[in-house]
Each structure stands twice: as C-alpha cells, then as structure tokens.
C-alpha cells in the first residue's frame, strides 16, 4: 500500500454520527483485502520485542538445522570426551567453559537446540491439537460430552504431571521421542479447560446465534465464530507450554527418562551441572540462560500474534 | 380455545405469510436428580397469530412475557415444545431438521443488541457476505458487487466494506445487522427490539431505514418491542402479549383508538406525553408480574387488574374477535362468559 493511499485512510472522517454517505474516497472500491496472515505480521513487525523474539527463535532454528547437518562448523565434537579439559573456566578457547568430561559447553549448548525447540513444539502441538479438539466438543456439544470429557480430564489433572508423565515413559519405554509425547499428553487437561470455558462463553454471543440463524453448520460455527475468539488464550497458553515443555523434557531427563547421554540438552546439562554448582557454575548459567531467553522469546512472540489477530489492539 | 383462534382471520384469508397456532415453549425451571424437569417456566403459553404478506405486525409486552421466545421459535434457534409454525404454506414445525433447514434462510432476525449480534473478528464484508456464501445464492464472483449493494441499501459506504465491528458506532452496527439479514433475500424479518439498545436519536432513523426496505423489498416483518409507542410508527397491527398469552390483537388504528384489554389500556397510558400541559389519567397497576413458573390459574392478568369481573379468577379467557379483525382475551368480551354483561 503506498504512503499517499495510507494519508487518505488517516483522514477519512471517524465513523462517528450516522452521516455515512459522505464522499468516498475515490478508488477506495477496490479496496485492501487483507488476510489474517499479513495482520499477524504486521502485529509483530509494530511490537519491537515480538519482533526481537520472531528473529531469536528464526536464529535458534537457523542454528539447531546447522548443527544437525553440518556438525563440522562446531570447533569442539560436543560428544567427544576429553578428560585433560575438564571443568575449565570460560576461556578464549572455551567460550562457556568445559563440563566434567571435558566437552565445550558452547557446542552443547548449540546442539543443543535441536532437542529443545523439537521438544517444545512437538510436545505443545500434540496438546494443543488434542486440548483444542476436546475442549471444543465439551463447550460446544455440552450435556453428556462435556461430562465425560471433563471428568476424563479432571482425572489427569488430579495426578501431579510429573508423576503422569513418568508413568506415561514406565509405560512407554525411556527415549526422547516417547518424552515428548508423555509430556505432550499430560498438558492435555489445561488446553482442553481454558478452551472449554472460552467456547462455554463465546456461544452465548448474538454472533453465534446469527451464523445459526443464517444457516451454518455447526462446524462451520466453530471454525469461523467460535474458535477465532478462543485464539488469544490459546496462543497466550501455547507460547507459555513451550516453556513448560522443554522444563519438564529437563526434569524428566534429569531423573534419567528423557534424553539419554551422551546427548545435549539444555535441562539435562542443568541437571548434571548441579552437583559442580559451586565448583564450575558455567555448567548452569549458559544452558539455564539458553532455556531463559528461549522461553522469554516464545511468550514474547505470542504476545505479538496476540495482538496482531485482535482487530482492536492493532494500530493503524 | 382453538375455535375463537380459527375464527380470528374471518376476515377472508388475505394472503397470510406467517400463521402460528397454539405455540407453546416450556423451559424446565428445577430438575431432580435425573435431570427431569419437576418444575417448568411458561414461557410462550398457547400463543396464535397470523402475519400478513407484506405487512408489519407489531408484537408488544413487557420483559419476560415471551414475545422474544415467540421470534426465537421463528428463527428457529429454539424449538416449541407445542404448536405450529405455518410459513408460506409450509408447516415447519412438523419438517425435518434437513428440510427445515431451506426454509431458514427465508425467516432471518435482526438483533437486539448491535454490540453483540457482529463477531467481532470479522471485517463487515466478509460478515454480508457470509449468508450469501453459506446459503449459495450468488456466484463467487458477484459477492462482492452485492456486498457494496446491500450496503449502499442500508445507508453504509461501500470502503467500510473492509473495517471491523468497534470501528462503528451503534446504530453503524445495527445497519450491518439489517444487510446481514437482507443478504439472502428473506420473506419474513424478525426485528427483536432492533432499536432498544440505541440512543433516541438514531432509532428512528433506524425505524426509518427499516420502513423503507419493507417498500423497496416487499419484506414482512415481526416486530417485537416493549413499548407500544415504538410499534406505533412501524406496525400495521399489533399483539399484546403478557406473561406468555396473547391478550389482545387489533389494526394499530383499532388498537391504539381503543384498547379493550385492560391491560392494552395500562401500556398505552405510560407512553410519555409529548404535551407537558395535556392532563392524562395514567393508570398505575399494582404488584408485579407474578412468576411465570406455576402461572395463576385465571386470566394471567387477573391479579394486576382494575377492571376484574367475576370468572376472571377461575379461566384465562380465549381470544375472541369482538370487532372486525380486532381480537381480546378477556372475560368481560367474552360474549356468553361470566362478565359479558359488563361490556
């Protein structure tokens, strides 16, 4: 859109009072069409930290597909042993140091990402999809489906998460794969509650009863009326399940179930730095920053589609 | 009952669009433990009328007495615990929920609250043009053109095709729920009090715009309101209804000339006068409208009444025509009933 089509935007009369017949603006018929995608970029291009976000998780990704298929850009092999080196400061040589294996906790840290954000966007998807599909059918069908859909889940949410999902990996056999889908599984109950609630909400609306009154169906109600108004608290939740997830991927790696060694990954490497805490706390601060300013971006950038898909918190 | 409904439209049967019998709605009040109702609230009880084709019928009363019930049954967002719905010829309360689902697009309803009835993530085209696209009656491609037009009908420009809902003022809004609702070309509109929630000062450009589009587009509409000096301006007639039951139904001339329902009489005397020196006799009715869970037994108005008779206790009247096309329930024009000689 040109700067001189933006002025007259700007200056067109506020849609106040009822004199709506004024003159349009001419050639304003063929008028922007926007899609939802370009909205949400251009919320996050106007919000400067969801834009530093967007470009942080862009470089995380950048460098978790690097370092998958191009390993000989790492200076150090971050899985080879090397005894002589343990547990070195942070150097010239070593930027973070070294653990007590002596591997440099730089390239760890980097290959590190490929676990982490795998594991945190797998595990998020699986609950998201599964929350948002029985949080739907509880709030929207109501009567017997929302009782036994809910019951289900007040089930799981009554046993601590943790404890879940280690019974889910007993169950399912250690490995990082099986990790992600029990902690996916175990973030079920709260998707499936906040969307619930949403929908129990948002059908009560005239919107609603209009799409009924005009003909949809009852699919085509959720899609278009229902869900779109539920996609700020999902998202908000979403971005902050990220977070959880690659927090309990470490706990779970911590206690030997998740990630197995020699493997890098930011929770487990937190875990094992912990008993060099006083001796080497290079072996905490780099992976607990890495996780930090990782979690700090997802929720950042969610804020910004947050507000790039609310018409009303959009600037013009 | 149902002999004084029939002869209602003795009148000869002028083209009817709308007739509706004995429709009744029951909401469960109290459940038990296994979820059967034990208690029931009346909210529509035993409610005939007839719409004629091209005419506004106005339906009055205060809140809680049913009349948005009756327009939700139309619309089909609640179904009648009893009764029939005669649309066009068409009985769709006896249709199934497929076939029903034709006739839909031909009953649409006008909202009452502008704020509520737009969703709020969609921009005003795509909210006109979905009824068009649900309901397949144009092209893709001729959308858009008969978007702008539905626009320029309801008094909108057509570069307010791509703003949002909060952009617009209340009135702005009500006009999109007026071109949503035209957008499929319906018979039949219901106007859920489409001007309550608006200031003074727009609703009767609202009411205007209305009125207009009944002449440019041969619409019928239902017109629900709880004010009878709203209806005045808009309605051809006028029923009067009252905690679930008709109580009277008149020409708005016949109507508002002579009310014969005491309690047609009650709502025309608390219309405002615009005369601050003309002397009125407001009639003030006492207590409040019983609960529309165990309604009484008599006439539902019985207990707020100042022109009880005798009987007005025992059986709610039937609606009879007393005049020509002019229908009452109550006893005291009930010709043979225990109050007839008070007429």
């Not at chain 1, 998707?191 to 169906?217: F, Q, T």
């Not at chain 1, 999902?234 to 927090?247: D, E, K, N, P, Q």
């Not at chain 2, 719409?51 to 106005?58: K, S, T, Y």
């Not at chain 2, 502008?114 to 921009?123: C, E, G, I, T, V």
Request: net charge neutral; hydrophobic share 45%; aromatic share 6%.
């Amino acid at each position: 859109m040109s700067m001189a089509k933006n002025k007259l935007l700007a200056t067109e009369p506020a849609p106040s009072g009822e004199a709506l017949l004024g003159g349009k603006p001419a050639g304003a018929s063929k008028e922007r069409r926007v899609s939802v995608w370009k909205d949400v970029l251009a919320g996050i291009v106007s919000n400067k930290a969801a834009l530093a976000s967007a470009i942080f998780i862009l470089l995380l990704a950048a460098i978790a597909l690097v370092t998958k298929f191009f390993p000989q850009v790492l200076p150090y092999d971050p899985y080879a042993q090397n005894l002589s080196e343990s547990l070195l400061g942070p150097s010239a040589q070593h930027w973070f140091g070294t653990d007590i294996q002596g591997r440099d906790i730089f390239c760890r840290v980097l290959v590190g990402t490929q676990i982490t954000l795998t594991v945190g966007l797998a595990a998020v998807a699986i609950s998201l999809f599964a929350g948002v599909l029985l949080g739907s059918v509880a709030g929207y069908k109501g009567g017997k489906w929302d009782t036994v859909i809910m019951r289900v889940m007040d089930m799981m949410l009554s046993i601590p998460s943790i404890l879940l999902a280690i019974a889910i990996m007993a169950a399912l056999g250690p490995g990082i794969e099986k990790a992600v889908v029990a902690i996916g599984l175990v973030a079920i109950p709260e998707y499936a509650r906040i969307v619930r609630s949403e929908i129990l909400s948002i059908k009560e609306n005239d919107y609603v009863a209009a799409a009924r009154v005009i003909g949809d169906s009852n699919a085509k109600i959720v899609f278009k009326h229902v869900l779109p108004n539920v996609l700020p608290s999902i998202i908000v939740r979403a971005t902050l399940g990220i977070s959880t997830a690659i927090l309990d991927a470490a706990a779970l790696g911590f206690l030997g179930l998740g990630v197995q060694p020699p493997a890098a990954e930011w929770g487990d490497m937190l875990g094992r730095g912990r008993n060099e805490l006083f001796r080497a706390p290079w072996l905490m601060i780099f992976p607990g920053l890495a996780i930090t300013l990782t979690v700090l971006a997802f929720n950042l950038l969610g804020d910004g589609i947050r507000d790039g898909l609310d018409p009303k918190a959009r600037k013009r | 009952m149902s002999e004084n409904v029939e002869s209602q439209s003795a009148a000869p049967e002028q083209d009817v669009l709308l007739d509706v019998r004995h429709l009744t709605k029951r909401f469960a009040a109290e459940t038990n433990f296994f979820g059967r109702a034990t208690s029931y609230v009346q909210a529509v009880d035993d409610v005939s009328f007839q719409i004629r084709r091209g005419e506004a019928f106005g339906l009055v009363g205060e809140s809680g007495c049913g009349k948005t019930t009756v327009g939700k049954m139309l619309v089909n967002l609640l179904a009648p615990t009893s009764g029939t719905i005669i649309f066009d010829g068409h009985d769709l309360t006896a249709m199934k929920r497929s076939e029903r689902k034709r006739y839909c697009k031909d009953i649409q309803l006008i909202f009452q609250d502008p704020y509520a009835s737009l969703n709020p993530r969609m921009r005003i085209g795509d909210i006109i043009a979905e009824p068009i696209i649900t309901n397949n009656i144009l092209p893709k491609d001729q959308v858009e053109s008969r978007v702008d037009e539905l626009l320029e009908c309801v008094g909108l420009a057509n570069y307010m095709r791509n703003r949002y809902p909060h952009e617009f003022s209340g009135g702005q809004r009500q006009r999109v729920g007026i071109a949503r609702a035209l957008a499929v070309n319906p018979k039949l509109i219901v106007c859920d009090e489409p001007v309550s929630a608006l200031d003074v000062s727009i609703q009767a450009q609202v009411l205007n715009l209305l009125d207009d589009l009944k002449e440019r587009f041969g619409l019928t509409y239902l017109f629900i309101a709880h004010g009878l000096n709203v209806v005045k301006h808009v309605s051809d007639r006028v029923g009067v209804m009252y905690l679930g039951k008709m109580m009277e139904i008149a020409p708005k001339k016949s109507l508002y000339a002579d009310p014969l329902s005491p309690y047609t009489q009650a709502l025309l005397s608390a219309i405002p006068s615009v005369d601050p020196a003309a002397k009125r006799e407001r009639i003030i009715l006492e207590g409040d409208v019983p609960s529309p869970i165990d309604p009484p037994a008599g006439c539902r108005f019985a207990g707020r009444c100042f022109a009880k008779v005798e009987g007005c206790d025992e059986v709610m009247p039937p609606l009879s025509e007393v005049k020509p096309d002019h229908c009452v329930a109550c006893h005291r024009f009930d010709a043979g009933g225990p109050g007839a000689a008070v007429a």
